[in-house]
């Protein structure tokens, strides 16, 4: 998918940029011409791989509403990334760990969305792609924020490319499965320990029983569809879910 250098000229802004999927689509972005700016609590590691890319860093806590909105916004694109996880019955789930995982993967996204909006509008032309889930589109027990936050992140992103249509703007989001980070690493190995099963067994019976693929998304999977979603050749398509998800929704 990737023609070149299509975003020279750009500058991409990528949340939870310090690993996983976020690090990928910051080095896909750079690759295709972009300036990224690499935003992650992980100071360090979101220094990292901005050095590793030819751009800049900011270190920021996206829970916090006053360092979302000291950041600088006027960028060409945005891709929201961030996020983590809980695991609770309803009845057992704190209140203030749903509150904090509305606040990292809705509302963060809606502050930067609403302050990139503005500079998008006059050049006429962005890009924003919101790394939501498969969750965002299913849900499953146990996951009531990370599900309720990912569901709103799918409503968010219709509303902005409603909002945003024939102005030169693009919003969608991406929907991967289960995919190789560090977040879904410590998943399989709790899982692992909480049903005596080797690690192996998890992602077969646990982790992919609802993927038909049987295999992890890997982070350079998703960064090619957002690589793509932010080039020229994806000017049409705008409100759209696109699933990375080894054919889970197919079922």
């Known amino acids: 998918m990737n023609s070149g250098q299509d975003l020279n000229g750009r500058t991409a802004l990528v949340t939870g940029a310090a690993g996983g999927i976020g690090a990928a689509c910051a080095r896909r972005l750079a690759a295709a011409g972009a300036t990224v700016v690499a935003a992650d609590r992980d100071g360090a590691g979101a220094a990292a791989i901005a050095d590793a890319v ?17 950041l600088d916004c006027d960028v060409d694109i945005v891709v929201n990334n961030a996020g983590r996880q809980y695991v609770a019955p309803v009845e057992d789930f704190p209140p203030e760990q749903f509150t904090g995982l509305l606040r990292l993967m809705l509302e963060a996204p809606f502050r930067l969305v609403r302050a990139a909006l503005p500079h998008m509008y006059r050049r006429g032309w962005g890009r924003i792609v919101n790394v939501s889930s498969v969750h965002g589109l299913r849900a499953s027990p146990y996951k009531a924020g990370y599900v309720a936050a990912k569901h709103g992140l799918e409503g968010l992103s219709k509303v902005v490319a409603a909002e945003s249509a024939g102005r030169g703007i693009t919003c969608n989001c991406v929907d991967p499965g289960y995919v190789r980070t560090p977040m879904v690493e410590r998943q399989i190995a709790d899982q692992a320990r909480e049903h005596h099963i080797a690690e192996a067994e998890v992602l077969d019976r646990v982790l992919l029983a609802r993927t038909p693929s049987k295999r992890l998304v890997e982070p350079a999977e998703v960064a090619e569809l957002v690589g793509y979603l932010c080039g020229p050749a994806a000017a049409s398509i705008t409100g759209a879910s696109l699933t990375l998800d080894g054919g889970w929704t197919a079922l």
């Open 54 to 70: 030819g751009g800049r860093s900011v270190a920021v806590d996206l829970t916090d509403p006053a360092q979302l909105d000291a």
